[in-house]
């Protein structure tokens, strides 16, 4: 099983607002993303989980044309509070990199 640093061509994630985080994933062909787009892995349970973040809360949006998914979900912080440890929400996607597919 694959890892998704080893499937995605480029992988990030960037703030969608003040409230909401957007992770981009990259597949390098229309092949692999029909393959791994809709992996366990990529589904708003696993992502729950893995950040922390209730999954009815969770978007996903596959866009095919351009062999990308974009998986959408609420800051547990709102941007630039007190406690906030990643104001350009730049750093989320590093979680993603070693989920096997």
């Known amino acids: ?3 998704v640093s080893e499937v995605c061509r480029h992988v990030r994630s960037k703030n969608a607002g003040p409230f ?5 994933l990259w597949f390098p062909d229309r092949a692999a993303f029909d393959r791994y787009s809709s992996s366990q892995a990529f589904q708003p ?3 729950g989980a893995l950040y922390g973040i209730d999954p009815t809360q969770i978007k996903c949006f596959p866009v095919p044309d351009l062999c990308v998914l974009k998986i959408s979900y609420p800051r547990v912080r709102a941007q630039g509070g007190v406690m906030e440890r ?3 929400g730049g750093q989320q ?5 070693d989920v096997m597919l």
């Open 20 to 24: 909401w985080i957007t992770l981009d």
């Open 1 to 3: 099983m694959p890892k």
């Open 86 to 88: 990643d104001m350009h």
């Open 45 to 47: 349970a696993a992502i």
């Open 93 to 97: 996607y590093v979680r993603l990199l």
